[in-house]
């Protein structure tokens, strides 16, 4: 038509200027409009409506924007799986980040330590609160709001970094994020360390956080091997690094210039801007690739273009192709050429010598359903979690939980909140930490109150990975356990008032660790005679049998000689050595019971205190509700147990000991006795004093009567201990006392 047109008018327009003119013309109308690669399949031609002219000048109606840009989207938004619609029933104060006012700390409470690392908006270094001596992060940055925002939202999370603070200098008004302290080994070191449990465990936690993260509406969007922090001595982990995160909206577009690259999703690379929580499972991949493999970073590309070759190399082209048709998606030509043509590789050609014992079937099936260029078909984290690669971390979640549930009224049987406890004790004792701990009053404070409806028991539950019966046992236990103590004005006591209180672990700084009640415990079990509390009640009274007749034969066999003949008074010289060296058994008994026992009350105890510490002496460290179900589970099955057999053995030698006492005291009448009825003692005459060679011949019971007024000749004293074969049941002086043993050092005693 343009064509014929064109003729038609050639030959009318006769200057040659004219017909230059209609030339430019008619291939102006003739040229193609250049497209969005989304949207070179409908080409939109301009109608009149669309402009209009006001004052001169040509102007284009934005509602007619709109209409072009709804008319010419040609393929239906992606939207997530799972939680597609958690912002979008929340109110607007959720996650309009824009709208939040910050409560502002104080600057001065924290000095930077040393410099720790740095990322593309922020720098970050190690501090520490100048009140509390606590260390922990500092993180100066610029975009702030969002942050904030995403890390109250997320506060009490399970693995979720914990904020502490947010303070901003009084001059330059430069913010900054206080958080929890992590001592946190640098993955390059550890990761080469890693058993393959220890991986199960720890991309379980990260799972943890990823779900619950992803159930609250937010992205992280910066997952990778640097934001996530173990502390592998604790076995703890927590994700880091909210800077990048964002709130899912279905069908909104973000920026695809988000991740590191090398953890960067197909999704980005091709820059398919309605990604959602999958872009983060993709980056989890990545991470778990490196580990199993041995090889960090799995994909390694020099800039962006190169990751997504990296990709194709390994997955393949063809499923790249069908995920870019998939979503009507078109690679730039430069980028298609570069990425070329790939079969896919297997994943059997990455297992070598050094990394075969970390790669397992289930590993292989678990990461193949995580690195899928579709994010539509990538597992979930909630799906993950139930992957049969952690049957072993949720069989020993699951066990630990159970035998928790079982003893919840022993471990909830809180002693402290009783009214002769002090008012700070209880406080600190609300339990309604499980559910939502308030991290800071100033940081958790605008959230904290809309989270009470937002996370129910339930939704806390599911992030552990338990089954449905437990799960719904913890849920019933949780509902019961969150309620704050009552003050006690409304129990008629006095005025102080707690309710809807509750107490911040994080701000608590935990005792040194040689004095923890699970290392005391330990390190109880491991003394050489501590470690006796644990034998079985025979092999115990064995070896206590045992020592007791070692002391016997060294110690009370050759102290009691010295005191008493074994010829002449044979009952008194066993009973003394056997009563004292079964009272040095018992004072061993009784120190082994005074340890188990002082580690027991610290292990079932809700309250530590300080002991030698220094700064932190007399204050009190109360126990997270996990570490005080895990102790007194210990000194409940493990401890008490064994105090009460000490108990028990203590009762049986005291019993001992009192009746051996009384046999002492009788020894000599019935020692009499016996003589007396085997006939072997005699009537004595009187017996005339002689002194031979300055020496009397008498016998001790012919002492007692002699009379009074001789009690001072040293001879009589002297023939007395002869006649006693050096062992005079009289004497005057020290000498004489000396030789006696200390016995009867007094002639009134001897009358006695």
Request: a neutral charge; proline letters at 5%.
């Amino acid at each position: 038509m343009i064509d014929t047109l064109f003729f038609l008018f050639f030959l009318f327009f006769d200057s040659p200027l004219r017909r230059l003119l209609l030339l430019c013309a008619v291939l102006a109308l003739r040229a193609p409009t250049a497209h969005s690669p989304i949207l070179r399949s409908s080409i939109v031609t301009p109608t009149a409506r669309a402009v209009s002219e006001v004052s001169g000048c040509t102007t284009i109606d934005p509602d007619f924007l709109v209409e072009i840009s709804d008319s010419n989207q040609t393929r239906a938004m992606s939207k997530a799986r799972v939680y597609t619609e958690v912002n979008v029933i929340r109110p607007k104060d959720y996650w309009d980040y824009e709208s939040l006012i910050v409560q502002w700390g104080e600057q001065d409470d924290y000095e930077v330590v040393r410099k720790v690392g740095r990322g593309k908006y922020s720098e970050v270094f190690e501090g520490i609160n100048v009140n509390s001596k606590e260390k922990c992060i500092i993180k100066i940055l610029k975009p702030i709001r969002r942050e904030i925002k995403i890390l109250q939202n997320l506060c009490g999370g399970p693995n979720i970094v914990k904020l502490l603070d947010v303070v901003r200098d009084q001059h330059s008004k430069t913010p900054s994020l206080i958080f929890e302290y992590v001592n946190s080994t640098d993955f390059k070191v550890l990761y080469p360390t890693l058993t393959d449990y220890d991986i199960r465990y720890y991309i379980y936690e990260l799972l943890k956080a990823l779900d619950f993260c992803h159930s609250q509406g937010i992205m992280h969007r910066d997952v990778k091997p640097h934001n996530v922090m173990i502390d592998h001595e604790l076995r703890k982990l927590r994700l880091i690094d909210w800077g990048l995160a964002e709130f899912y909206h279905p069908g909104k577009e973000y920026n695809v210039r988000v991740a590191s690259r090398y953890f960067k999703g197909p999704e980005l690379l091709v820059d398919l801007q309605d990604y959602d929580y999958s872009l983060d499972m993709w980056s989890l991949g990545c991470m778990f690739a490196g580990m199993i493999f041995r090889k960090e970073p799995f994909f390694y590309g020099h800039d962006n273009q190169d990751q997504l070759v990296k990709i194709a190399k390994v997955l393949g082209t063809d499923e790249l192709n069908a995920y870019l048709n998939k979503y009507q998606l078109e690679l730039d030509p430069q980028l298609e050429a570069l990425v070329g043509r790939h079969s896919r590789k297997p994943w059997s050609k990455f297992i070598n010598a050094d990394n075969q014992h970390l790669v397992s079937p289930e590993a292989i099936d678990f990461l193949d359903k995580l690195l899928r260029y579709d994010h539509q078909d990538r597992l979930t984290a909630k799906e993950a979690m139930a992957h049969a690669y952690f049957a072993q971390v949720r069989a020993a979640e699951t066990s630990r939980m159970r035998s928790a549930l079982l003893h919840l009224p022993l471990i909830f049987n809180q002693r402290y909140s009783q009214e002769q406890e002090s008012d700070r004790a209880m406080l600190r004792l609300i339990v309604n930490y499980p559910l939502i701990p308030k991290i800071s009053h100033r940081v958790c404070s605008n959230s904290s109150s809309k989270l009470g409806s937002y996370y129910d028991s339930s939704s806390i539950i599911k992030y552990g990975g338990i089954s449905d019966v437990v799960g719904k046992k913890q849920e019933l236990f949780l509902s019961v356990s969150v309620k704050a103590v009552e003050d006690k004005g409304n129990n008629g006591g006095g005025s102080m008032s707690f309710s809807g209180q509750s107490w911040d672990p994080s701000s608590e700084i935990e005792v040194p660790s040689d004095q923890r009640p699970v290392n005391e415990y330990s390190s109880l079990k491991e003394g050489m005679l501590y470690s006796w509390g644990e034998l079985g009640p025979s092999e115990f009274f064995i070896r206590l049998g045992g020592l007791w007749l070692v002391t016997f034969t060294v110690l009370g066999v050759p102290v009691a000689a010295a005191s008493f003949n074994p010829s002449r008074e044979p009952l008194r010289f066993v009973l003394a050595a056997g009563t004292g060296t079964l009272f040095l058994v018992s004072l061993i008994v009784l120190r082994i019971y005074l340890g188990w026992s002082y580690v027991g009350d610290r292990l079932l105890s809700a309250v530590i205190p300080y002991e030698e510490s220094g700064w932190y002496d007399g204050q009190m460290w109360v126990k997270p509700p996990e570490v005080l179900a895990r102790d007194r589970l210990l000194g409940s099955y493990k401890v008490k147990p064994v105090i009460k057999m000490l108990k028990q053995t203590l009762i049986g030698t005291g019993a001992l000991l009192v009746s051996a006492f009384v046999l002492f005291v009788f020894a000599t009448p019935v020692e009499d006795f016996f003589k007396t009825t085997l006939g072997s003692t005699e009537n004595q005459p009187e017996v005339s004093i002689s002194r031979t060679s300055n020496k009397f011949n008498i016998r001790k019971e012919q002492l007692l009567r002699l009379p009074v007024d001789v009690v001072t000749d040293d001879d009589l004293a002297a023939a007395a201990a002869e006649a006693a074969d050096g062992r005079p049941v009289y004497c005057r002086d020290r000498y004489y006392r000396a030789l006696a043993g200390g016995q009867y050092c007094k002639w009134e005693d001897l009358v006695k």
